[in-house]
């Protein structure tokens, strides 16, 4: 039997934490107080940012704010809708973006893929060599080799999952598509240098069908599920809906864990109608790894100030 990780998800203004921890696969809460302010004594720290969607400006306060909030942050990770279309001039700015603040982000910053970066608006579905072309643009700024990608920082497993294609008449215009090659990758990688006691996180900015009932999601969810199913130590960081974090910040109680990151552009905001309301919030995760307890914070980026659940 796999050993259990824990975790603590704290999503707080003031002192109102939770404290999840693993046992037989299943969450255990429990509210505590604590001390919410950031801490530079742990093993590892990062953010968590999805859906930018090439507004530079909210962008720049996000990165401001994490830096204030702790100047040496191991990695920032960009979890997909970097760009809203995938056009080399919006990979500029975000560029330029990330090259005005260097001296103030963390040296690793992982840049995964999500469905507007197969987006020219106006121009209809993708064909097959359409999609390649968002693509390899995507490759370029990203700098990576795969959609799907892997690096270890700080003796703690980061593994990047993408859609291969979207924007298709086979998958309509959000769904993402994992393949069984990429499918074999992960089965591989998650058992590289495996460590029962170590938390492994998973990023994937769609969310798996079944997390979200009314949310397209990823075409082969219940085969990445499974994968991730044997392995209690995953925390799957997902976007792409843009839900607030102060209305939707549970970890879904699943064998592994699932974390909503909240969207950087712009909010959802669940009505009573069942449906949302767009909002201008501009939110995101930070997250202290001490061992194999895990912190993760919602922070709004407009008011500076960490999110509490409602």
Request: hydrophobic share 35%; with cysteine.
């Amino acid at each position: 039997m796999k050993k259990p990780v824990s975790i603590m998800c704290i999503l707080v203004v003031i002192t109102i934490t939770s404290l999840f921890t693993y046992k037989k696969h299943s969450v255990q809460v429990q509210g505590i107080s604590a001390d919410v302010e950031a801490s530079t004594k742990t093993d590892l720290s990062f953010s968590v940012l999805g859906d930018v969607h090439g507004n530079a400006y909210k962008f720049n306060k996000a990165i401001q704010d994490l830096h204030n909030i702790n100047p040496s942050m191991d990695a920032m990770i960009l979890n997909g809708d970097i760009v809203d279309e995938g056009l080399n001039s919006q990979y500029d700015a975000i560029s330029k973006c990330l090259n005005k603040n260097k001296s103030v982000l963390p040296k690793q910053i992982i840049k995964n893929i999500g469905n507007h970066e197969f987006y020219e608006y106006g121009k209809g579905y993708n064909s097959s060599e359409k999609n390649n072309e968002f693509v390899n643009r995507y490759l370029k700024f990203a700098g990576e080799n795969s959609v799907y990608h892997d690096t270890w920082i700080k003796g703690y497993h980061f593994i990047s999952l993408g859609t291969e294609a979207c924007n298709t008449k086979q998958l309509g215009s959000t769904k993402a598509y994992i393949s069984d090659k990429q499918q074999k990758w992960l089965k591989e990688k998650i058992q590289e240098n495996y460590d029962p006691d170590r938390p492994v996180f998973v990023f994937l900015h769609h969310h798996l069908v079944g997390e979200i009932k009314w949310w397209i999601g990823v075409q082969q969810s219940s085969e990445v599920y499974n994968i991730l199913k044997e392995y209690p130590q995953v925390i799957l960081f997902t976007s792409h809906t843009h839900l607030l974090l102060q209305s939707y910040n549970e970890i879904i109680n699943q064998p592994f864990k699932i974390m909503n990151t909240g969207a950087v552009s712009f909010g959802l905001e669940l009505n009573n109608k069942g449906g949302v309301n767009r909002t201008d919030d501009s939110q995101g995760l930070y997250v202290e790894v001490q061992g194999n307890n895990v912190v993760i914070r919602g922070r709004d980026f407009n008011t500076k100030t960490w999110i509490s659940k409602n």
